[in-house]
């Protein structure tokens, strides 16, 4: 088994932008995706409020 990965890196490889162009649509795509890939939801939850955070708190 891996290492886990940080919610940053995780949603750095799905954006492959700036995050400071992320939109709550590409939030839901990171969503749906990280969904997809099997991660479990207590996986998933927080990572997407690390990555709200982020976006809400530090990029605005």
Same mark, same amino acid.
Do not use: C, H, W
């Given at each position: 088994?891996?290492?886990?990965?940080? /919610?940053?890196? #995780? /949603?750095?490889?799905? $954006? @492959?932008?700036?995050?400071?162009? !992320?939109? !709550?649509? #590409? #939030?839901?795509?990171?969503? @749906? /995706?990280?969904?997809?890939?099997?991660?479990?939801?207590?996986? @998933?939850?927080?990572? $997407?409020? /690390? $990555?709200?955070?982020?976006?809400?708190?530090?990029?605005?």
């Amino acid at each position: 088994m891996g290492t886990p990965e940080t /919610a940053q890196s #995780v /949603a750095s490889k799905f $954006l @492959i932008r700036s995050p400071y162009t !992320a939109t !709550a649509e #590409v #939030v839901r795509q990171f969503q @749906i /995706a990280q969904n997809e890939t099997g991660r479990p939801t207590s996986t @998933i939850d927080p990572t $997407l409020s /690390a $990555l709200s955070f982020f976006i809400t708190r530090t990029l605005t």
